[in-house]
Nanobody
Framework: QVQLVESGGGLVQAGGSLRLSCAAS????????MGWFRQAPGKEREFVAA????????TYADSVKGRFTISRDNAKNTVYLQMNSLKPEDTAVYYC?????????????????WGQGTQVTVSS
């Protein structure tokens, strides 16, 4: 069982930056791949970024490549999403998910555990 708690969301102007954190409970955090997804009003949840359990491989959605960076600190049971050059279209609720034993999937169904989400709002 893994419990996830996101934090770091907020209101920022276009071009600004935010750093999201996802703190995980449980002693087996390092065995999970972690992903960030987002859901805008009226839209389906979509993949943003993922990182494998070792942290050695990251995957990004084309829409955030070059602007967002995913990282993890297994000693702190935390995964991060550094978001730079934010755009109004990045506005959404951001969720982190945990994928047991995975490499960091883009598929929502591959993630067994989810946090409650944190709101990111980018003003133009």
């Amino acid at each position: 069982q893994v419990q996830l708690v996101e934090s770091g969301g907020g209101l920022v102007q276009a071009g600004g930056s935010l750093r999201l954190s996802c703190a995980a409970s449980g002693r087996t955090f390092s065995s999970y791949a972690m992903g960030w997804f987002r859901q805008a009003p009226g839209k389906e949840r979509e993949f943003v970024a993922a990182i494998r359990w070792s942290g050695g491989s990251m995957t990004y959605a084309d829409s955030v490549k070059g602007r967002f960076t995913i990282s993890r600190d297994n000693a702190k049971n935390t995964v991060y999403l550094q978001m730079n050059s934010l755009k109004p279209e990045d506005t959404a609720v951001y969720y982190c998910g945990a994928q047991r034993g995975g490499l960091g999937s883009k598929r929502i169904d591959d993630y067994a555990y989810w946090g409650q989400g944190t709101q990111v709002t980018v003003s133009s």
